[in-house]
């Protein structure tokens, strides 16, 4: 069955960089883009970008734009979530999504059905 | 920018029915269909609504979603405290020069 495992918990210091995996199993990795969602402590549920496994396109969102990166390893099937110049701020459960199935002309809307576990980023000093 | 406006917070009786709205505008919701989510505390959120009214499968037929303009609900009938959760409308934007995924800012749902 489909599957998305993120790896564990991350403390770091202002200023540095974080990198989350998120390892897909249970379906072909190449035909379904993933997402990035975060979510600060008590906080709603924010849209970070999304990536294209087949070719490695990528969109992110405006307010992460710069210091945001993501990646695939189509060999392990992992999307990768790279973050630098981490701030306090930036503290949140991190989170993968899988997006919808698209055929040649249009795509299911059930995006959003697959999510990973969540993995906690804590930036302190 | 844009955003997708969710009353923070609601509550019924067990049994009873509530509605959870979504607002938005011609970019996101009068554009783009909407999905809606459950989130328990400390678990990832699931999927209980997409394309504006579909449940996947396992999603009790008891809740159901609507679209009508620039505004979306989230109906749950028969009220059950296993509903008590936080819920969250989302969809695509197309307001700024790349398609955007947003979500609204949640609804606390109590079972009282």
């Known amino acids: 069955q489909v599957q998305l495992v993120q790896s564990g918990a991350e403390v770091k210091k202002p200023g540095a960089s974080v990198r989350v995996s998120c390892k897909a199993f249970?379906?072909?990795?190449?035909?379904?883009?993933m997402h990035w969602v975060r979510q600060a402590p008590g906080q709603g549920l924010e849209w970070m970008g999304v990536i294209n496994p087949r070719h490695g396109g990528t969109t992110y969102a405006q307010q992460f734009q710069g210091r945001l990166s993501m990646t695939t390893d189509l060999s392990t099937s992992i999307v990768y979530m790279d973050m630098s110049s981490l701030r306090s701020d930036d503290t949140a459960v991190y989170f993968c999504?899988?997006?919808?199935?698209?055929?040649?002309?249009?795509?299911?809307?059930?995006?959003?059905?697959?999510w990973g576990q969540g993995t906690l980023v804590t930036v302190s000093s | 920018q844009s955003m997708l406006t969710q009353p923070p917070s609601t509550s019924g009786a067990p049994g009873q029915r509530v509605t959870i709205s979504c607002s938005g505008s011609?970019?996101?919701?009068?554009?783009?269909?909407v999905n809606w989510f459950q989130q328990l505390p400390g678990s990832a959120p699931k999927l209980l609504i997409y394309?504006?009214?579909r449940r996947p499968s396992g999603v009790p037929d008891r809740i159901s979603g609507s679209k009508s303009g620039t505004s979306a609900s989230l109906a749950i009938n028969g009220l059950q405290s296993e509903d008590e959760a936080t819920y969250y409308c989302?969809?695509?934007?197309?307001?700024?020069?790349?398609?955007?995924?947003?979500f609204g800012g949640g609804t606390q749902l109590t079972v009282l």
């Open positions: 999504m899988r997006d919808a199935e698209c055929s040649a002309t249009s795509c299911f809307h059930d995006w959003g059905l697959y």
């Open positions: 249970g379906y072909t990795f190449t035909n379904f883009h």
């Open positions: 989302a969809t695509w934007d197309v307001s700024l020069n790349y398609p955007w995924v947003i």
């Open positions: 394309g504006d009214s």
């Open positions: 011609d970019s996101n919701i009068g554009t783009n269909t």
